[in-house]
């Protein structure tokens, strides 16, 4: 969609990153960072500063004690985080349970990796997790359960509860967790990020892994982590040493100082918040209607008013003739699905957005 965007001069909503500058005074950081000559390789496991200020940001954040130094590792960015974990732990046949919609990355991991993907769709229209039919898909041979909250593309997001299933179906098991954080810090409307970080019994057993792109708005940075507890990532290292071995350095050492101050992560959820508001109170002179959000970038939208084609073609039907980009959900499921929903990233500008929605307030139904 990006290309198709890029091809007929569309306004760009579909894929995930921000069309606004980056912090600047983490630019600066980054800057200094080079020009005080940290430019060689750091510690495979990542900068020790930034480990430390992580461990410092999870205490105060889930009130639990990690150990920075058997625990965290940098990584190049959150994919690379979740693939390892999976390379990790995956035998041949092994099975891991994905919901979908899934995050395109998830089940092509799991299948070059020798393990077999067992999907589970999310709840239509709230995507939310059928606990019941998880049980039901629990084998032997179940190796791990990966979870994503916030989530994408829906921005569905696990409640308390979700995690009370989730223990009790593990405990007693061999199953592990996967959990992409990625989007952590952007989470609306009051609610609280749940963290498998908040409950030592599920880090036991887990692979948690985040994305410094993601929630400081550089995508194009590909740095992340991952924690664990330290018996697993001892294991991981041993992946990670031979494919990565150290990260970008710079980075490194400005996030270490940039993590010092707060309110540079805590100040994301309102930041995020105030683009998704914008965008649906603009949106509201369209005849989409929303489904709700409450993290991540991004907002899904039906169109089911407007048309009766299938996501893809409406999708393309709209970068062609109304020059917005969108993401069909479907392309998010391995099995045709027919809810007739499209992706929007709001993480844009105030202008993009408006210039986006102009278009779409003459999307006339064609049914
Ligand atoms: N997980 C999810 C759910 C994502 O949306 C993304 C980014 N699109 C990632 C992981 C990847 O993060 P990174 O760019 O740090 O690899």
Redesign the pocket.
């Known amino acids: 969609m990006s290309s198709l965007a890029a091809e007929k001069k569309a306004v760009n909503l579909g894929q ?1 990153f921000p069309d606004y500058n980056m912090d600047a005074e983490l630019v600066e950081l980054v800057n200094k960072a080079m020009k005080t000559g940290h430019n060689q390789y750091v510690h495979m496991n990542g900068y020790q500063p930034l480990r430390d200020a992580l461990a410092e940001k999870v205490k105060f954040l889930y009130k639990t004690s990690i150990d920075p130094v058997s625990q965290i590792t940098i990584t190049p ?6 693939y390892t974990a999976l390379t990790t732990i995956i035998q041949a046949g092994d099975e891991v349970i994905v919901f979908e919609p899934a ?1 395109d ?1 998830y089940i092509p991991a799991i299948e070059l990796n020798g393990g077999k993907a067992i999907r589970i769709q999310l709840t239509f229209p709230d995507y939310s997790i059928n606990w019941s039919e998880v049980k039901q898909r629990i084998t032997a041979r179940t190796r791990a359960i990966m979870i ?1 909250s916030p ?2 593309p829906t921005g569905s997001v696990l409640s308390k509860n979700d995690i009370e299933e989730l223990k009790s179906i593990v405990k007693g098991t061999n199953i592990l967790i996967i959990s ?1 954080e ?2 952590e810090h952007l989470i609306f409307d009051g609610l609280e990020h749940e963290s498998i970080l908040k409950y030592p019994e599920l880090l036991e057993r887990s692979f948690v ?1 985040f ?4 929630v400081y708005h550089c ?1 194009g940075w ?3 982590y991952c924690i664990s507890s330290p018996h697993l990532m001892n294991e991981f290292r041993k992946i990670h040493q031979f494919n990565c071995f150290s990260c970008d350095s710079p980075k490194q050492v400005a996030l270490a100082e940039f993590l010092q101050n707060r309110e540079h992560y805590l100040e994301l959820g309102s930041f995020l918040q105030k683009k998704r508001d914008y965008f649906q109170q603009l949106m509201k002179e369209t005849l989409f209607k929303p489904l709700p959000s409450h993290g ?1 970038y991004f907002q899904i939208y039906s169109y089911a008013d407007l048309s009766n084609e299938n996501e893809r073609d409406f999708a393309i039907r709209i970068t062609k003739e109304y020059g917005v980009a969108t993401i069909p959900v479907s392309a998010f499921y391995q099995d045709e699905v027919k809810h007739k929903v499209v992706r929007f990233c709001f993480a844009k500008k105030e202008k993009t957005l408006e210039n986006a929605v102009e278009q779409l307030r003459s999307v006339k139904p064609k049914l």
């Open positions: 995930g960015g959150g994919t690379y985080a979740l995050y990355s994503n989530h994408n992409d990625v989007y892994c994305s410094f792109g993601k995508t590909k740095l992340g991540s």
